[in-house]
């Protein structure tokens, strides 16, 4: 059996027994591939994962950063009070049609906004706002713009805020100093800013599962 293959059957096993989607969640993937949204979201174990950090956090505003078809959105949104606030920026309209969908047949449409645009748009716009810090921030989009997405996120955050940096590893391209692939050198600038900012401490993980060779950052407000 290869290693992949291992990876595979572990994510498996974990995420039927700890992480199990219902129909909310499985009728989100079924939606968003029906129309045609790339496989690129968090798997089931992962979006558990985010769950349990924004309830370890007593969040009452998340604000994400790549909605995609809304899977993790659904995670987190869960996650909330009833008062709670979830504000996701997703860049394709097309992208955010699935997702306002896929929200509000899991019956948190009036916990959670999707704001369309380019996120380097829309945040200055959200922090014009003057909202109550974000106690969680998730950050999942185009990975070239990840330094930015980090700095706004302490803008728009306070002290004990969590921001959460996803597919931080790259398949092992991050190690590359020399690479001129967007991907990395964005995550690449990021993590350098999570190591030298004075407010921010911080830490990554390797992960291998379903979703391949990968890993995510953490870093908490200070």
Known sequence: MSESHV???????FTERLAPDDEALAAALRDSDAAGLPHINVAGNQGKLLQ??????????????????????????????????????????????????NIARAGLDQLVEVR????????????????????????????VNNPHYVEWAVKLTSTGSLIVLDNVVRGGRVVDADSTAADVTGTRAAIDLIAGHPRLSGTAIQTVGMKGYDGFALARVV
Do not use: C, M
């Open 116 to 143: 369309v645009g380019p996120a380097l748009e829309s945040l200055p716009q959200l922090a014009d706002e003057n909202p109550p810090p974000f106690d969680l921030v998730f950050i999942d989009a185009d990975k």
């Open 52 to 101: 349990l950090l924004a309830q370890i956090q007593g969040a009452r505003h998340i604000l994400e950063i790549g909605t995609l078809g809304g899977y993790s959105t659904i995670w987190l949104a869960r996650a909330l009070p009833a008062d709670g606030r979830l504000v996701s920026l997703e860049y394709d309209p097309r992208h955010a049609e699935v997702a306002v969908r």
């Open 7 to 13: 990876w595979d059957e572990v994510d498996t096993y």
